[in-house]
């Protein structure tokens, strides 16, 4: 595998689901981003990890949580999502240096549907 | 960072070349001019970027004004896989650590055309 990886591509759930997507990174990063694109939506920023702490949390409702166990691994585990959560839920990754432009590769993307 | 403005929408002729402008007149001195593509369904895919001079890779070539309040994105010769979504996003360097931002706008669909 190469580049920037999602698991599952597509998830269908019901509200009272408990589900989690999968990101990994192949490219030796130091940091790993979530972002939600909802339909003719711009991407929105959810969650950025460096070094495997999170740094930010754009006001992400609790019922997305992230975990990131290493620096090439991230997970967004979600429960009792809405409808409105139906999304593209993308990944991404970078190299992060003080100084850096930090070019992000994202991953192909898990397109959600809550029903 | 500072804003960015793009046209929703533009046409081109495959094999043409497809020029698509950006304009950021509130850049500051150390910020950078990217760009980035999404064909539908897909994640985004960084193309080039620049912070003052003309830039050329294999995908595509960057042209900043000499007061570096626009830019031009040139897709030399279109083809049926280059209609995607544009972004022009305006970004500075990392710094002490800090992370990494992209703010994604609306970006302009380039659709090329048989």
């Known amino acids: 595998e190469t580049g920037v990886t999602q698991t599952p591509r597509h998830l269908v759930m019901g509200m009272t689901n408990k589900k989690s997507l999968k990101c990994e990174q192949h490219?030796?990063?130091?940091?790993m981003y979530w972002y939600k694109q909802s339909a003719k939506k711009p991407l929105e920023l959810m969650f950025v990890?460096?070094?495997?702490?999170?740094?930010e949390n754009n006001s992400v409702p609790s019922r997305f949580s992230p975990e990131c166990p290493n620096s090439s691994h991230l997970f967004l585990h979600l429960h009792t999502l809405q409808p409105e959560d139906s999304a593209l839920y993308l990944c991404?990754?970078?190299?992060?240096?003080?100084?850096?432009?930090?070019?992000?590769?994202f991953g192909p993307g898990t397109r959600l549907t809550v029903l | 960072d500072a804003k960015t403005t793009q046209p929703p929408s533009m046409d081109c002729a495959e094999g043409r070349a497809a020029n698509l402008p950006c304009n950021h007149s509130?850049?500051?001195?150390?910020?950078?001019v990217y760009w980035y593509r999404q064909i539908h369904s897909q994640g985004p895919q960084y193309i080039i970027h620049?912070?003052?001079n003309n830039e050329t890779n294999e995908m595509a070539s960057l042209i900043i004004t000499e007061d570096r309040k626009s830019s031009t994105l040139i897709l030399p010769h279109a083809t049926l896989r280059d209609t995607a979504v544009y972004y022009c996003?305006?970004?500075?360097?990392?710094?002490?650590?800090?992370?990494?931002?992209?703010?994604f706008g609306k970006g302009t669909l380039l659709t090329v055309n048989p």
């Open positions: 509130t850049i500051s001195g150390n910020e950078y």
């Open positions: 990890y460096n070094f495997k702490e999170q740094t």
């Open positions: 490219l030796g990063h130091n940091a």
């Open positions: 620049g912070l003052k």
């Open positions: 991404a990754s970078s190299q992060l240096t003080s100084g850096g432009l930090g070019e992000q590769f």
């Open positions: 996003i305006v970004r500075a360097p990392s710094s002490g650590g800090s992370n990494y931002k992209l703010t």
